[in-house]
């Protein structure tokens, strides 16, 4: 297939490649001027997008996403997918599929998890919204860039499956490290904790795959210092998306909310910036009951 590809950073570089590396033509563009094996280097986005069977974009933010998508839609054949893989606002995807489907393209909106790990060996899930004749189009590119594509409906309900999950996912990190520091204070064993949380009804995914304290459970970034992994930068990112969502959508999360403030406040004026997001462990030890 002809791919252009827009936004080569740490997510889309090694998607990019592992695309080129399975056969595809694809030519790439980024403002910071990366270059990666494999891929032409084209000089505008538009330039990448020109011929495209399918246009991949990977950018940091729904402002940027809808300039670049300005840029390629008028650039592309009727009838080639737009397929964006960044993690942006849900108005944005639904705003700049809308315009590309008015230009008669098929849209994809199609965040991952999996981090840079999942891009690098080609194992990330992609949440995907959109038609699906674009959905099919795109499915073996899924397949080389990751191991899993789930159809989420139209567009807009890629974006709205990530924040959802990832709302969870910041909610029940927290709980679990503050679990860990109150079972500290009260004397209780951490693989004691462990050995009965991950088998019982306050099991998540937080605890028995990603477990926050170092030395207990499986491999994690607590056995690494807490260097990301999933940095809380990150992590405040989608928690903010998820609450932009839900003052658009009129929904009541109060703990989605008290997540996003909490990891705003240790990314912004502690010391969180650059660490994992299950860096919220150490930061709970250090505090008491207020
Ligand atoms: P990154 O900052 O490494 O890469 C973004 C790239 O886009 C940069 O290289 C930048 O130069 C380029 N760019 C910016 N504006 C551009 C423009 N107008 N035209 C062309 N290129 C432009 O970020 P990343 O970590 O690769 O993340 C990309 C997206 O994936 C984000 O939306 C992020 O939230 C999401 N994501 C990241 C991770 C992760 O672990 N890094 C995990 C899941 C999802």
Redesign the pocket.
Known sequence: MKIGF????????PMAANLAKAGHEVTG??????TIDGVASADS?KAAASGAEVVI?????GQ??R??AS?VIPAMDKGAVLLD????DVDSARAVAQQANDAGLSALDA?????????EGGT?TFMVGGDQAGFDTARPLFDIMGQKAVHCGPSGNGQAA?ICNNMILGATMIVTCEAFALADKLGLDRQAMYDVVSTSSGQSWSMTTYCPAPGVGPQSPADNGYK????AD?ML??LRLAQEAAASADADTPLGEAAMKLYAKFVEEEDGQGRDFSAMLPRFEKRGYS
């Open positions: 827009i936004g080569l950073g740490n997510m889309g570089g563009f980024d403002t910071a001027g990366v986005a974009t990977m950018l940091p933010n940027i996403l300039t670049v840029e893989c960044s993690t942006v965040p991952v998890s999996g981090g840079v790990g999942g891009a990330l990530k990301p992994g999933f940095a990150l990112k989608d």
